[in-house]
């Protein structure tokens, strides 16, 4: 069974940091290339930083700079720390487990349920 379980979420105050992590289980959590959504009420969910299974990053404009992911393959967890957070952070955050079979190139992807993250004075 796959799990990609959260945490780190909460309360913090304009210019603050955070970092959340998430704890994969039941995947060969290497072979995967590891996200951070973020969804907004009233918007749609949007991809906010990617790691590779190589180790490339990519992150969305609204976040460079301030955001930095990171993945420890041993522990089979990533991370999203996030520095100067701002109120137009605030969201429901989710992990994302994804790749392309070499075999079929069927896309394979797993989500994790989500951590709240409020920014407010």
């Known amino acids: 069974q796959v799990q990609l379980v959260e945490s780190g979420g909460g309360l913090v105050q304009p210019g603050g940091s955070l970092r959340l992590s998430c704890a994969a289980s039941?995947?060969?959590?290497?072979?995967?290339?590891m996200n951070w959504y973020r969804q907004a009420p009233g918007k749609q969910r949007e991809l906010v930083a990617t790691i590779t299974r190589g180790d490339s990053t990519n992150y969305a404009d609204s976040v460079k700079g301030r955001f930095t992911i990171s993945r420890d393959n041993l522990k089979a967890t990533t991370y999203l720390q996030m520095n100067n957070l701002k109120p137009e952070d605030t969201a429901v955050y989710y992990c994302?487990?994804?790749?392309?079979?070499?075999?079929?190139?069927?896309?394979?992807?797993?989500w994790g349920q989500g951590t709240q993250v409020t920014v407010s004075s």
């Open positions: 994302n487990a994804d790749r392309v079979r070499v075999t079929d190139r069927v896309r394979v992807t797993y």
């Open positions: 039941g995947i060969i959590f290497n072979i995967y290339d």
